[in-house]
């Protein structure tokens, strides 16, 4: 995919600061960690993940100056630059330091955030940013279920101070790195949200790798910039759990719970943890807490394959339609309503929604599994 860059001129009100209430005191993740069962490994420092070579930094700031002389402001220099540079940008899922996104020409909105914060420091350009949710939202890799989150960067106008003038609003420009694959506003977000964003987004494919130390070395180094970050907690809890320590799995969720820190995949993981434990007081409070939470399509299509199992097919196709409205970017769901229907006998629209599963899916091995279904049916 193409990289299209959206140039959003902004004003930004300045608040003032408040006065809040201190708060109770709170018990460190790092605190709750199994230490001795993981090795600390060596994970990419602060300097090193905005880093630029000699070469890209001299053209970098080679630009500044010429744009300078042509009174651009400098949070329009770094927009044109960073479009010019990237035209052939594609999406891809890894997360990367700035040097990387340069030298591969791909990345996520986190490795572009990070590139653009490296050109920022270049120059001391204040920045802010926002935290996105963009479709698709959902995506699944064997069992664990990712929910798409990306950053977009505010650039602000460098501040010129003129006599008798008294301003509360900074002028600057919004940069969203892939408008076309629709985004929606989460809330605003800070530098350090961004760094623990990087180091929990490696954290998360070292999982997949299970490769655990490293996994324990990247959360501790995101929960350096975000000790009070739920996802962390539920990403700590996992870990333990991979590696035979329920315990401390179980006492990581119920500290976040505690301390009002919530999120589904916390409370979806801590309910599997007490299903398993047996311990049905548990799981009857964090059903009652997921109930309040919004359910994501994988969930939503495993409670209509199971209400399909027990013969209720009304409420069967209910939750994946719901799945449909809320991802119809999934394949997914239209495979799983497929065999609804043709458990009714309605071969015709089994087909067609077998059809639109294959436009769907990303996957080709996927893709061929759907076509060999298709397939039988048309046979019949």
Same mark, same amino acid.
Request: include cysteine; glycine fraction near 4%; hydrophobic fraction near 40%.
């Given at each position: 995919?193409?990289?299209?860059?959206?140039?959003?001129?902004?004003?930004?009100?300045?608040?003032?600061?408040?006065? &809040? /209430?201190?708060?109770? %005191?709170?018990?460190? =993740?790092?605190?709750?960690? +199994? !230490?001795?069962?993981?090795? #600390?490994?060596?994970?990419?420092?602060?300097?090193?993940?905005?880093?630029?070579?000699?070469?890209?930094?001299?053209?970098?700031?080679?630009?500044?100056?010429?744009?300078?002389?042509?009174?651009?402001?400098?949070?329009?220099?770094?927009?044109?630059?960073?479009?010019?540079?990237?035209?052939?940008?594609?999406?891809?899922?890894?997360?990367?330091?700035?040097?990387?996104?340069?030298?591969?020409?791909?990345?996520?909105?986190?490795?572009?955030?990070?590139?653009?914060?490296?050109?920022?420091?270049?120059?001391?350009?204040?920045?802010?940013?926002?935290?996105?949710?963009? &479709? /698709?939202?959902?995506? %699944?890799?064997?069992? =664990?279920?990712?929910?798409? +989150? !990306?950053?977009?960067?505010? #650039?602000?106008?460098?501040?010129?101070?003129?006599?008798?003038?008294?301003?509360?609003?900074?002028?600057?420009?919004?940069?969203?790195?892939?408008?076309?694959?629709?985004?929606?506003?989460?809330?605003?977000?800070?530098?350090?949200?961004?760094?623990?964003?990087?180091?929990?987004?490696?954290?998360?494919?070292?999982?997949?790798?299970?490769?655990?130390?490293?996994?324990?070395?990247?959360?501790?180094?995101?929960?350096?910039?975000?000790?009070?970050?739920?996802?962390?907690?539920?990403?700590?809890?996992?870990?333990?759990?991979?590696?035979?320590?329920?315990?401390?799995?179980?006492?990581?969720?119920?500290?976040?719970?505690?301390?009002?820190?919530?999120?589904?995949?916390?409370?979806?993981?801590?309910?599997?943890?007490?299903?398993?434990?047996?311990?049905?007081?548990?799981?009857?409070?964090?059903?009652?807490?997921?109930?309040?939470?919004?359910?994501?399509?994988?969930?939503?299509?495993?409670?209509?394959?199971?209400?399909?199992?027990?013969?209720?097919?009304?409420?069967?196709?209910?939750?994946?339609?719901?799945?449909?409205?809320?991802?119809?970017?999934?394949?997914?769901?239209?495979?799983?309503?497929?065999?609804?229907?043709?458990?009714?006998?309605?071969?015709?629209?089994?087909?067609?929604?077998?059809?639109?599963?294959?436009?769907?899916?990303?996957?080709?091995?996927?893709?061929?599994?759907?076509?060999?279904?298709?397939?039988?049916?048309?046979?019949?």
């Amino acid at each position: 995919m193409k990289l299209y860059f959206s140039l959003l001129l902004i004003l930004l009100l300045t608040a003032c600061k408040s006065t &809040e /209430p201190s708060e109770p %005191k709170t018990v460190s =993740l790092t605190s709750l960690l +199994n !230490h001795p069962l993981f090795e #600390l490994q060596p994970v990419p420092t602060e300097q090193a993940v905005f880093k630029l070579s000699h070469s890209e930094t001299d053209a970098f700031l080679a630009y500044v100056n010429a744009q300078r002389q042509h009174d651009v402001t400098d949070d329009i220099i770094v927009y044109n630059y960073i479009e010019r540079s990237l035209r052939n940008f594609s999406y891809h899922g890894d997360t990367l330091t700035a040097q990387q996104t340069i030298e591969l020409a791909h990345g996520n909105c986190i490795s572009l955030a990070i590139l653009t914060q490296a050109y920022a420091n270049l120059i001391d350009l204040e920045t802010g940013f926002q935290e996105m949710t963009s &479709e /698709p939202v959902y995506a %699944k890799e064997g069992n =664990l279920v990712f929910i798409a +989150n !990306h950053f977009r960067t505010k #650039l602000y106008r460098p501040f010129i101070e003129e006599a008798g003038q008294i301003t509360s609003i900074k002028p600057g420009v919004l940069i969203d790195y892939f408008p076309s694959r629709g985004s929606f506003y989460v809330g605003s977000a800070t530098y350090d949200d961004l760094m623990a964003k990087y180091y929990s987004n490696l954290a998360a494919d070292a999982l997949l790798e299970n490769d655990y130390n490293q996994v324990y070395s990247l959360l501790i180094k995101a929960n350096q910039y975000t000790p009070n970050d739920a996802e962390l907690f539920n990403l700590a809890a996992i870990l333990h759990r991979r590696v035979n320590d329920q315990i401390t799995s179980q006492r990581i969720y119920q500290t976040a719970l505690d301390q009002q820190l919530q999120s589904l995949n916390l409370l979806s993981n801590y309910k599997v943890l007490a299903e398993d434990v047996g311990n049905e007081m548990l799981v009857e409070q964090l059903s009652s807490l997921l109930t309040a939470q919004e359910k994501d399509p994988y969930e939503l299509i495993a409670l209509g394959e199971s209400e399909a199992l027990k013969g209720r097919l009304m409420n069967a196709k209910r939750h994946i339609n719901e799945a449909m409205e809320k991802a119809p970017y999934l394949a997914e769901p239209y495979v799983a309503l497929a065999k609804i229907r043709y458990q009714q006998g309605n071969l015709n629209d089994a087909q067609k929604l077998l059809n639109q599963a294959m436009k769907l899916e990303r996957d080709q091995q996927q893709r061929n599994i759907y076509a060999a279904k298709l397939a039988s049916i048309e046979s019949k």
